[in-house]
T-cell receptor, first 115, second 113 residues
Framework: DQQVKQNSPSLSVQEGRISILNCDYTNSMFDYFLWYKKYPAEGPTFLISISSIKDKNEDGRFTVFLNKSAKHLSLHIVPSQPGDSAVYFC??????????????FGKGTKLSVKP | EPEVTQTPSHQVTQMGQEVILRCVPISNHLYFYWYRQILGQKVEFLVSFYNNEISEKSEIFDDQFSVERPDGSNFTLKIRSTKLEDSAMYFCATGQTQNEKLFFGSGTQLSVL
C-alpha cells in the first residue's frame, strides 16, 4: 500500500536547468510534507517542508509546491548544480504537531545533474 | 553542525542471534525514532520514543524489537532473534520538538546470514 508515490525512479538534468521532482499521495489526511535528500552511505538530510495550509514554500534554490486537490507535491530546484545529485525522498505525516515523526516515505527519485 | 551518530556502521550476524544497534542523539533533542530501509525499498518507520517510552510503533516493530535509553544518552534498538528479512539499513533519527524536521544518522547496515 503505497500512500506516498514517487513514480520516477530517476531524473537527469543539465547543470543550470530546473529539476522538478514529483510526488503523489493517496491519504487526504496527510497535513505535513517534507523532502529529504540522501547521498550514498549517509542518512537522509532534511531539505524543505510544507504544511497543508500552504501551497508553496521557498528556500533559496528549492521550492516545494503543494496541490491538495490533486494530492500532488513537487520540488523544484533551480538552478540545478552537480552537487544536487542524490536520491530525493518525499515524505508525509498524518498529523502536524501530533505524530510528525512518523513519516511515510516515497521510494525516492535519483537525480543526476550533469555538468 | 550537530549530528546523530550511529554504531556500528555495518553489522553481520547469524539468523537467530541478538543484535543491538546504537545511536547517540543530538544533545538537546527529545524525540527519537528508528527507521529502516530494505535494499531497493522505501524508508519505513519503526518506532518513536519520547520521555523514556514508546509513543508510536509500526506493525513491523513486533515483539522481537525493543528500544531503550539505558544511560540517558545512547538510544538503542535491539532485535532479539534476527531473521533473514531483518537485513536492512537501520536509521536513527532525532528531533528537538515534535513539529520539527528530523535529523538522521548515517545508518547501520545489518546483514543477517
Amino acid at each position: 500500500d503505497q500512500q506516498v508515490k514517487q513514480n520516477s525512479p530517476s531524473l537527469s538534468v543539465q547543470e543550470g536547468r530546473i529539476s522538478i521532482l514529483n510526488c503523489d499521495y493517496t491519504n487526504s489526511m496527510f497535513d505535513y510534507f517534507l523532502w529529504y535528500k540522501k547521498y550514498p552511505a549517509e542518512g537522509p538530510t532534511f531539505l524543505i517542508s510544507i504544511s497543508s495550509i500552504k501551497d508553496k514554500n521557498e528556500d533559496g534554490r528549492f521550492t516545494v509546491f503543494l496541490n491538495k486537490s490533486a494530492k500532488h507535491l513537487s520540488l523544484h530546484i533551480v538552478p540545478s548544480q552537480p552537487g544536487d545529485s542524490a536520491v530525493y525522498f518525499c515524505a508525509a505525516s498524518l498529523e502536524y504537531g501530533g505524530s510528525q515523526g512518523n513519516l511515510i516515505f516515497g521510494k525516492g527519485t535519483k537525480l543526476s545533474v550533469k555538468p | 553542525e550537530p549530528e546523530v551518530t550511529q554504531t556500528p556502521s555495518h553489522q553481520v550476524t547469524q539468523m537467530g542471534q541478538e543484535v543491538i544497534l546504537r545511536c547517540v542523539p543530538i544533545s538537546n533533542h527529545l524525540y527519537f525514532y528508528w527507521y529502516r530501509q530494505i535494499l531497493g525499498q522505501k524508508v519505513e518507520f519503526l518506532v518513536s520514543f519520547y520521555n523514556n517510552e514508546i509513543s508510536e510503533k509500526s506493525e513491523i516493530f513486533d515483539d522481537q524489537f525493543s528500544v531503550e535509553r539505558p544511560d540517558g544518552s545512547n538510544f538503542t534498538l535491539k532485535i532479539r532473534s534476527t531473521k533473514l528479512e531483518d537485513s536492512a539499513m537501520y536509521f536513527c533519527a532525532t528531533g528537538q520538538t515534535q513539529n520539527e524536521k528530523l535529523f538522521f544518522g548515517s545508518g547501520t547496515q545489518l546483514s543477517v546470514l
